[in-house]
């Protein structure tokens, strides 16, 4: 096959979503990522005994990360001359995550956003403190199954500024998973990329119970 033929197919193959081996600073806008944190524990935290999962825990969505966006897939690992954080400065963030996975976020979304450790935890607080979780979900007494646009309505009826295409939810194993908001470099709403909209295809997904 000649080279001719051969880049095009290629480009055609790969994955539109693909992570682009990035430079820090250069991106177009953030996903801040909201996790479902009894659908979490079912998956996998059960398996690991972890804290958050104990029953009378209370943890509604949590927050995941807040991920530097191209226009089309994402950096991700960038080089960095900025220090990781300090142990102090990961368990500073004990309130909104884990330590230990505030340290993965920063070395594999944090490097990317050309901010130090401290500006990039900051950015995800203020993100994280700027959204309103809806009434519906903040104490969820029982298991239930709903459309996953009833979820995205939800978030858009709470947070004045959001709008359908600014906001995309993901299905795991036929439960929700995660609430992804796209936002601009200044933290503002901003409609998502195609790539980063409506992950989950089903007509209906499962929120466990808070626990």
Not at 49 to 76: I, Y
Not at 202 to 209: A, D, G, P, T
Request: glycine letters at 8%.
């Amino acid at each position: 096959m000649k080279a001719a033929f051969l880049i095009p197919l290629l480009a055609a193959l790969w994955p539109a979503h693909a992570p682009a081996e990035g430079v820090a600073g250069d991106f177009d806008y953030y996903v801040l990522s909201l996790g479902w944190q009894p659908g979490w524990c079912r998956a996998t935290g059960d398996r690991r005994d972890a804290r958050d999962c104990n029953p009378g825990s209370g943890r509604d969505f949590v927050v995941h990360g807040l991920w530097p966006q191209h226009e089309r897939g994402w950096p991700d690992h960038c080089a960095t001359d900025e220090r990781d954080p300090s142990r102090r400065d990961t368990q500073a963030m004990a309130d909104l995550m884990a330590p230990g996975l505030a340290l993965y976020q920063w070395r594999k979304h944090g490097r990317c956003s050309g901010l130090s450790a401290a500006g990039y935890y900051a950015a995800l607080r203020e993100a994280a403190e700027a959204v309103r979780i809806p009434a519906p979900f903040d104490d969820l007494p029982r298991d239930i199954t709903l459309p996953p646009a009833v979820v995205e309505d939800a978030f858009i009826e709470a947070n004045p500024g959001l709008t359908p295409d600014g906001i995309t939810v993901t299905c795991k194993e036929g439960a929700l998973a995660e609430v992804r908001i796209c936002l601009t470099r200044d933290l503002e709403p901003r409609p998502c990329a195609p790539d980063a909209r409506r992950d989950c295809s089903r007509s209906r997904v499962l929120m466990e119970k808070i626990r």
